[in-house]
């Protein structure tokens, strides 16, 4: 499969705990990007890696990323309530004119 | 404010009758993407354009048609070809047309069809 795997499909977690979702491929990429979807809305562009880098920070998200066991992560700490959304990974690759999505972890935050 | 504007967010076809999904940016950019979402799934992309009047099939355009007239506009018709077109339509747009795969993407609302 061209699109990234997801793990786990759902996540729950109290308010003010860490989590971590996972991303695996299969493919050659350029960058991998994370986004989120609020119930019913778009996507909104969290962060972008590229290959070349191992680690990225946004706030309260970081993003690793290993190329050789072709598999990234976001971490989002101190978790809020409102931080509860679908959260999905996409491939960037030059190969593809379009980025691929994955299906996505839904993420719960109980207050 | 610069973004995305789907319309209409609920739409209902009958059986035989094509529909227009509307999606306009104002953020001046070159590429346009739709995807298709079912319930509880990620993104699938239908059609995207890197300029205007260029398109290109993506991975599920049967049963679709777009045009890109203008930059601004990429307007997704779902015909009476698609025979499951209950689901949720997203629009996105990006900069750069010439390193697409790279580039992040900023999305509309969304347009929710049903059938009648």
């Known amino acids: 499969s061209q699109q990234g795997e997801e793990d786990p499909q759902a996540l729950s977690i109290q308010e003010g705990e860490n989590a971590t979702m996972n991303c695996s491929y299969k493919?050659?990429?350029?960058?991998l990007q994370w986004y989120r979807q609020n119930s019913g809305r778009g996507l909104v562009h969290l962060i972008l890696i590229r290959s070349n880098e191992r680690e990225k920070h946004s706030g309260r998200l970081r993003v690793t990323l290993d190329t050789s066991k072709k598999s990234s992560s976001l971490l989002i700490t101190a978790s809020r309530a409102a931080d509860t959304a679908s959260y999905f990974c996409?491939?960037?690759?030059?190969?593809?004119?379009?980025?691929?999505f994955g299906s996505g972890t839904r993420l719960q935050v109980q207050p | 404010d610069g973004g995305i504007t789907q319309s209409p967010k609920y739409l209902f076809r009958k059986e035989g009758q094509n529909v227009t999904l509307s999606c306009e940016q104002n953020l001046n950019h070159d590429a346009m993407y739709w995807y298709r979402q079912d319930p509880g799934q990620g993104l699938r992309l239908i059609y995207y354009s890197q300029i205007v009047n260029d398109f290109q099939k993506g991975d599920i355009a049967e049963g679709y048609s777009v045009s890109r007239e203008k930059k601004e506009s990429f307007p997704l018709t779902v015909t009476s070809a698609q025979k499951n077109p209950t689901a949720f339509y997203l629009c996105?747009?990006?900069?750069?047309?010439?390193?697409?795969?790279?580039?992040?993407?900023?999305f509309g609302d969304g347009t929710r069809l049903s059938i009648l």
């Open positions: 996409a491939l960037g690759n030059t190969g593809r004119r379009a980025l691929t």
């Open positions: 996105a747009s990006s900069i750069d047309s010439g390193g697409m795969g790279n580039q992040p993407q900023h």
């Open positions: 493919t050659s990429i350029n960058n």
